[in-house]
């Protein structure tokens, strides 16, 4: 059983590769696409639950799809990646819709990490539910 469907969205066919065996490995049903018009078809095609948006790519970059997502309403959760340490970058891809940032390169652990967390936000979102995210980093033992 599938732990959700990824469209990875990256120009670099060592970066996809490198990805879906990380994500498979964790369950996870992957789909890639080599720009933001093919990923707008993926997107218009079939049902994702995340997006992992690569930054810097030919013809439209991930800021742009990251607005079209939003602009079409696409109900995708959607993921910068970027080799830019940029808090600029980063804050105007939260801006046009993006859940979370992940900085290439990253060990598969942190990946995944954010990928898990990126996931429960999205559909505590769709549904409608607050995030468990509030809960991170408290001390639990305190409750109850």
């Not at 970066?15 to 720009?35: I, R």
């Not at 995030?131 to 980093?137: C, D, E, K, P, T």
Request: glycine residues 8%.
């Amino acid at each position: 059983m599938s732990s959700g469907r990824i469209l990875i969205i990256d120009d670099d066919s060592d970066m996809q590769e490198l990805l879906q065996n990380w994500l498979q490995t964790a369950g996870y049903e992957t789909v890639t696409a080599w720009d933001g018009e093919q990923a707008l078809n993926s997107l218009g095609q079939s049902t994702f639950d995340l997006a992992l948006v690569d930054y810097l790519m030919p013809r439209m970059n991930g800021l742009d799809l990251l607005e079209q997502i939003a602009d079409r309403r696409i109900p995708v959760g959607p993921l910068l990646l970027t080799a830019f340490h940029d808090l600029g970058l980063i804050v105007e891809a939260m801006r046009r819709g993006a859940l979370d940032c992940v900085m290439k390169p990253t060990p598969a652990k942190n990946l995944l990490l954010v990928v898990d967390d990126t996931m429960e936000r999205h559909w505590a979102r769709e549904l409608g539910l607050p995030s468990l995210l509030s809960w991170r980093g408290h001390d639990l033992s305190m409750i109850g």
